[in-house]
């Protein structure tokens, strides 16, 4: 069964820390790994995307580094701000339907 | 421009009632997907279509599930004979294409609860 494992389930930061949220796959056939941001009521907006060639790509604060050999990848938000609190979800495609880790309720105190 | 719409924001009804959720995806967009999330859950896949093929309907988790789309635009979500675990957030997306080069977009959500 394909599955993408994410953890931790929640993360609290202070401002300016940088929290790290990870993911692991088990498909290889999995060539597409995006993560969505998520604020109460809304739903999932795109937040920053990788392929498996590269080993890192940064959006503004917003990092993925991407491991293909050990079939993980994180997303690092630097220089959090409370304005970051969300829920974040990684997720992978192999050409198909999206499939969703479980989620990270993220916490950035003031 | 606008996004991906759906309707109702919020519905509540009795179990064993059927219900219609609607979604209106971006102008343009070939592809849509039905995706589920229960209360502090990931999200879900249901089904999904890409212009006039046959839709994907290996989410569905049950008979009680069916979708379809209209025109190639508008889809409705019908879910019969309603129970308590079919409580939830149903998500609709759309892409240009069916594609994992294109982002998928989502709408904000139908929030079912079955009393």
């Known amino acids: 069964q394909q599955q993408v494992k994410q953890s931790p389930q929640s993360l609290i930061v202070q401002k300016g820390g940088i929290p790290i949220i990870n993911c692991a796959y088990e498909n290889t056939a999995f060539d597409y790994f995006p993560w969505y941001q998520q604020f109460p009521g809304k739903g999932p907006a795109l937040l920053i995307a990788?392929?498996?060639?590269?080993s890192e790509k940064k959006e503004g604060r917003f990092t993925i580094s991407f491991n293909k050999s050990a079939k993980q990848f994180s997303l690092h938000i630097m220089d959090s701000q409370p304005g970051d609190s969300a829920t974040y979800f990684c997720?992978?495609?192999?050409?198909?339907?999206?499939?969703f880790g479980g989620g990270t309720r993220l916490m950035v105190k003031p | 421009g606008a996004g991906v719409s759906q309707s109702p924001s919020n519905k509540v009804t009795e179990k064993g009632k059927d219900v219609e959720l609607r979604c209106d995806p971006i102008?343009?967009?070939?592809?849509l997907y039905w995706y589920r999330q229960s209360l502090g859950q990931g999200l879900e896949f249901l089904i999904y279509?890409?212009?006039?093929?046959?839709?994907?309907k290996s989410g569905l988790p049950s008979d009680r599930f069916s979708a379809e789309r209209t025109g190639g635009s508008v889809s409705t979500l019908t879910i019969q004979r309603t129970q308590q675990e079919d409580s939830a957030v149903y998500l609709c997306?759309?892409?240009?294409?069916?594609?994992?080069?294109?982002?998928?977009?989502f709408g904000d959500g139908t929030r079912l609860s079955i009393l």
């Open positions: 102008s343009g967009h070939t592809a």
């Open positions: 279509f890409q212009g006039n093929s046959a839709p994907d």
């Open positions: 997306a759309s892409s240009l294409l069916h594609d994992s080069n294109q982002p998928q977009h």
């Open positions: 997720a992978a495609s192999g050409g198909n339907m999206l499939t």
């Open positions: 990788i392929r498996p060639d590269v």
